[in-house]
């Protein structure tokens, strides 16, 4: 297998962005957060996941990681806060992912990884994997995932295997998955195609924790992870964008019509 030495590097230059997420299958974007929007989604995250902790929610993947069980996963914070809708219907993030599976699109789910301390990695795996291969020519889904904390290579940046993405498979037993961290700053986008094999890097750090914010998106003949019908708080339909809505699933591009209508 022959793929590219590096990942592409990050820029605040979208059209860029997206000419790397369309030949690498990767792209991040700094400073797309920032302020005090940065620090409300991070407190928010930080919070929601302390309540699943205290409340016996928490959730950790231990059979997927090499070492121990320090990752934590917070699923559907669309219902944790306002700040995150604003992340799920972002229109930098919605820019680059519809750049890649157009329009209409939904979103699949909204959760978020934190890696402690001594975190160990996670299998390399490709997001597209539900597929049965061979896979399509072109991606059927893709993530953007918005960096809370600095991501680097000693608290766990997330890693990928470059130009993976360009043989529309898994990863099997024979495959040389070596893989390179995307190193980013707090508040940057990364946005990646369902193709690319990536993991979770080792945080190898004494005290730091390294946060992701992933929304999952595919095309519409997809059903989403999270049932968003039963999980939702009625309050994030209530209030939400027209493109939030669509991507939700609560339009006819998602699950259908209504009484021979579109939902709302």
């Known amino acids: 297998m022959t793929t590219r030495a590096t990942l592409p590097a990050p820029t605040n230059d979208l059209e860029r962005a997206e000419h790397d997420l369309e030949e690498h299958g990767i792209c991040a974007v700094t400073d797309v957060l920032e302020g005090e929007t940065l620090r409300a989604v991070k407190d928010g995250l930080y919070a929601a996941a302390a309540a699943d902790r205290t409340w016996g929610r928490e ?29 799920a219907a972002h229109p930098t993030a919605l820019r680059l992912v519809r750049s890649r599976l157009g329009w ?22 490709a997001d597209q994997r539900f597929l049965q291969e061979p896979w399509p020519a072109e991606p059927q889904g893709a993530n953007a995932a918005w960096c809370v904390d600095d991501f680097t290579v000693d608290n766990g940046a997330t890693r990928f295997v470059p130009g993976s993405h360009l043989l529309n498979r898994s990863p099997r037993p024979e495959d040389d998955t070596s893989s390179v961290p995307m190193e980013a ?17 080792f945080n190898r750090t004494a005290d730091r924790r390294r946060a992701a914010v992933f929304g999952w998106y595919t095309r519409t003949m997809y059903r989403p992870q999270e049932n968003w019908f039963l999980s939702l708080d009625p309050a994030v339909v209530q209030f939400a964008s ?13 699950f259908g019509m209504v009484n021979g209508r579109s939902p709302r």
């Open 242 to 254: 027209e493109e939030l809505l669509v991507l939700l699933g609560y339009k006819t591009y998602g």
């Open 185 to 201: 700053p707090a508040g940057s986008l990364v946005v990646f195609d369902s193709r690319l094999w990536h993991q979770t890097g």
């Open 59 to 87: 959730e950790r993947f231990a059979a997927d990681y090499a070492h121990d069980e320090t990752n934590q996963r917070v699923w559907n914070v669309l219902s944790r806060g306002p700040v995150f809708e604003n992340l």
């Open 104 to 125: 209409p699109m939904l979103l699949g789910n909204l959760s978020a990884n934190i890696t402690g301390p001594g975190g160990g990695e996670m299998m390399v795996h």
